[in-house]
Nanobody
Framework: VQLQASGGGLVQAGGSLSVSCAAS????????MGWFRQAPGKEREFVAA?????????YYADSVKGRFTISRDNAKSTVYLQMNSLKPEDTAVYYC?????????????????WGQGTQVTVSS
């Protein structure tokens, strides 16, 4: 599985950005796609995830609930993260990730494949 992330950029606090991640190559019948982020000097942290089958159930970290929305386009094998009401503390490199199976997990070590990161910078 190859993951190609795109999007991100620089925005002022309160603004919006989106990132996307396209999956290619062999995939599994059941999998999770998620977003993590890593700020300088910090560990990689869970942001959001979506179950690809089973209704596309979504999961969010408390820090982004109500501001971020994860969605998918099955035909394009692409997952999106729409980020609204951005805060300076959202500044990080954002990574998409792929986990086989149906169980969402917030630990980065539980994900099998990773895309390259894309920078999101929120200025105050």
């Amino acid at each position: 599985v190859q993951l190609q992330a795109s999007g991100g950029g620089l925005v002022q606090a309160g603004g919006s950005l989106s990132v996307s991640c396209a999956a290619s190559g062999p995939t599994f019948s059941n999998y999770i796609m998620g977003w993590f982020r890593q700020a300088p000097g910090k560990e990689r942290e869970f942001v959001a995830a979506i179950r690809w089958n089973g209704g596309g159930t979504t999961y969010y970290a408390d820090s982004v609930k109500g501001r971020f929305t994860i969605s998918r386009d099955n035909a394009k094998s692409t997952v999106y993260l729409q980020m609204n009401s951005l805060k300076p503390e959202d500044t990080a490199v954002y990574y998409c990730a792929y986990r086989r199976g149906i169980l969402v997990n917030e630990r980065a070590s539980e994900y099998d494949y990773w895309g390259q990161g894309t920078q999101v910078t929120v200025s105050s």
